[in-house]
T-cell receptor
Framework: GAVVSQHPSRVICKSGTSVKIECRSL??????MFWYRQFPKQSLMLMATSNEGSKATYEQGVEKDKFLINHASLTLSTLTVTSAHPEDSSFYIC????????????FGSGTQLSVL | AQSVTQPDIHITVSEGASLELRCNYS??????LFWYVQSPGQGLQLLLKYFSGDTLVQGIKGFEAEFKRSQSSFNLRKPSVHWSDAAEYFC????????????FGSGTRLQVQP
């Protein structure tokens, strides 16, 4: 079945550095991918919708300049947390669908970001 | 705007007992409903989904859910819980068409007592 690969699964970085998280659709093309954020013991909150070849659409309250999203190809979207701070520590998950119908929607395994 | 409510933050059941996790949704059109399970530090695993047809949906690991339009509910059930079912469970609602994201409930943490 279709798989979405997310890398890295865990990253620890120093405050002020930038971290890039990759989300790849392994056997299908995804013109749209979604990025979610999950704080400990909380639900998943949509951060942004990543659109291939165009700018991402961010949810209200999400800083565009802090969370840079690039969807340069039909199989890859990246989320870069710039100038990371401890409050950015969270679990980040991406999802993608192979078609226009959300009946088939796949999630990555997530990335645990810890900022020291 | 669409929303999902999971009234129970935390549920504890004994192994072998039956389980029902509640989910209520609010959505302006025909909803597309999901149940996911998440183990600590892991991604999401899809248990089952409903779009149309039979309102009783069978999923993996012995789970089932029933869509009740009149109650705007999509409760998850399992007749006999196993210790390995202990995890966080999320109900989600989304649109069938259009590349739109899902809206998740706040989750229910399931503990299983031996």
């Amino acid at each position: 079945g279709a798989v979405v690969s997310q890398h890295p699964s865990r990253v620890i970085c120093k405050s002020g550095t930038s971290v890039k998280i990759e989300c790849r659709s392994l056997d299908f093309q995804a013109t749209t991918m979604f990025w979610y954020r999950q704080f400990p013991k909380q639900s998943l909150m949509l951060m942004a919708t990543s659109n291939e070849g165009s700018k991402a659409t961010y949810e209200q309250g999400v800083e565009k300049d802090k969370f840079l999203i690039n969807h340069a190809s039909l199989t890859l979207s990246t989320l870069t947390v710039t100038s990371a701070h401890p409050e950015d520590s969270s679990f980040y998950i991406c999802s993608a669908s192979p078609g226009a119908v959300n009946e088939k929607l796949f999630f990555g395994s997530g990335t645990q970001l810890s900022v020291l | 705007a669409q929303s999902v409510t999971q009234p129970d933050i935390h549920i504890t059941v004994s192994e072998g007992a039956s389980l029902e996790l509640r989910c209520n949704y609010s959505y302006g059109a025909t909803p597309y409903l999901f149940w996911y399970v998440q183990s600590p530090g892991q991604g999401l695993q899809l248990l089952l989904k409903y779009f149309s047809g039979d309102t009783l949906v069978q999923g993996i690991k012995g789970f089932e859910a029933e869509f009740k339009r009149s109650q705007s509910s999509f409760n998850l059930r399992k007749p006999s819980v196993h210790w390995s079912d202990a995890a966080e469970y999320f109900c989600a609602v989304g649109a069938y068409t259009g590349r739109r994201a899902l809206t998740f409930g706040s989750g229910t943490r399931l503990q299983v007592q031996p």
